[in-house]
């Protein structure tokens, strides 16, 4: 029994990728999202069975807060991480060994015999 939704008919109101598969299992997201606006289907999960119904479909809708910050991270990740595997550094030697002045913090000494 889901008494999750049991007050409101059962119905789950909007949901986006990723939002059920740890609640009700993959199988009924996975079902869920192939369906169409209109169609009804049961699905079988952790021994569980569910009916579930496509009321309607909206591609552009507003993410949830937690679907959008997951998001907004997993992106940031995956830029970042392309960021690092193309990014080249290259050094150009503007000036020959013996042009480079001595480093000022370095004391230098004269070592005689």
Not at 26 to 48: I, K, N, Y
Not at 67 to 76: E, G, M, Y
Request: hydrophobic letters at 35%; charged letters at 25%; proline letters at 5%.
């Amino acid at each position: 029994t889901d008494t999750t939704t049991a007050e409101q008919g059962g119905d789950l109101g909007w949901v986006t990728t990723g939002q059920l598969a740890s609640r009700y299992g993959q199988a009924v997201e996975d079902e869920l999202f192939a369906l169409s606006p209109g169609e009804m289907t049961t699905v079988e999960s952790d021994g569980m069975f569910y009916v579930i119904q496509v009321l309607d479909r909206d591609e552009n809708g507003p993410l949830p807060e937690g679907v959008l910050t997951q998001r907004r991270s997993s992106a940031l990740t995956d830029w970042l991480a392309e960021r690092k595997a193309s990014s080249e550094v290259q050094i150009e030697r503007l000036l020959a060994d013996d042009q480079i002045p001595p480093d000022p913090f370095v004391t230098q000494t004269q070592v005689g015999g």
